[in-house]
């Protein structure tokens, strides 16, 4: 599929969410049950684009840390240090992702002063 394709397709998914929202009946009810159901969707995206994030960047630093380390043995202790640091801040970032969206959802609130 080329980029073309691709960026139709996605301009016409946005179209079609947003145009079937425009005709929808304003009520005080259903406005709530929406944006609950927003905030549920943008959470369950939160965690999923986190964790595939997350993921990748750790798949790509582990397989150039063991290239590095099989190229040149001798530098497995100066090499793995660095890559286990970078493997735990991608996991934060991770883990934040997950704060996020534990908050969208409602379930942790901070008390505010």
Do not use: H, Y
């Amino acid at each position: 599929m080329s980029t073309k394709n691709k960026l139709a397709l996605a301009i016409a998914t946005v179209a079609t969410f947003t145009s079937t929202s425009a005709f929808a009946q304003a009520s005080a009810a259903s406005n709530e049950w929406d944006t609950k159901g927003l905030l549920a969707l943008a959470a369950g995206l939160a965690i999923g684009l986190a964790a595939l994030g997350g993921t990748l960047g750790q798949a790509r630093a582990a397989a150039a840390a063991l290239e590095g380390i099989s190229r040149n043995p001798g530098a497995a202790p100066k090499i793995q240090t660095p890559m286990i640091l970078g493997l735990a801040l991608i996991e934060s970032l991770v883990l934040f992702g997950f704060l996020i969206a534990f908050l969208l959802q409602g379930k942790i609130t901070f008390p505010v002063n």
